[in-house]
């Protein structure tokens, strides 16, 4: 069994977001580095993987494993779409791809974003105020749509966790998870490297390298 959480999340997500052997899995934004690792992560542990991306990246997601890839730009998803899902992992995390992902879970399934509040909130009010607003937000979102649709909702967060990178070398080195690598900066050009991200010059995953 793979867990995203092992990725991203703290002790306690990780226990209630479990992904198993042919379960379905929706990856919303599977187009992107994080989208990409959690569909190879999702066939690893064979789940059965649809995801939304843009034209571009259709071929992409369906050569790491995906079994339906619905472009995002020119399709109808709810249309394209047949069957409920197990679990949604939402990297993009604003309302229409949250109503999306919520409405396609069956009853009992879990919807994961990487879009919580709690980062956003903190940088707009400082700590004391934003953790505690954040957690309001996080709870009445958890108790709405466990009353409405009957699904669990969570915010996911990276964190190191040995035991997750031990399982991520080990798929890497079976051949299972490959993160495409667009631009490698040497250690000195941090500052480039940022910039390239922060400003969207290069798509993919950039690489810094220590002598
Ligand atoms: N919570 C955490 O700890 C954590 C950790 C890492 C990242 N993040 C966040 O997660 C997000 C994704 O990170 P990333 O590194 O994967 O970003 P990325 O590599 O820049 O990928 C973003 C991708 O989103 C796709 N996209 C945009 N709008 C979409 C839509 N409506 N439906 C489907 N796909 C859409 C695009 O895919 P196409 O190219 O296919 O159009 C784009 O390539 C970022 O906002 C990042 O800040 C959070």
Redesign the pocket.
Known sequence: MVNWSLY?LSRNLEQISRIEIRQRVLV??G?????LAAIQLSAAAGCIVTT???S??IQRVLDVGAEQAID?TTEDIELAIKGQFDAVLD??G?PE?ERLGINLLKRGGHYMT???EAASLADRYGLAIGLPAATAVLLKKQFQYRYSHGIEYCW???RADAEGLDEIRRLAEAGKMKIPVEKTFPITQVREAHEAKEKRLV?GKVVLEVD
């Not at 187009?31 to 989208?35: K, M, N, P, Y």
């Open positions: 991203y919303l934004g187009g992107g580095a994080v989208g939304t991306c843009g571009q990246s995002y990297t993009i604003i791809t990487l879009q919580g996911t967060y990276m798509p």
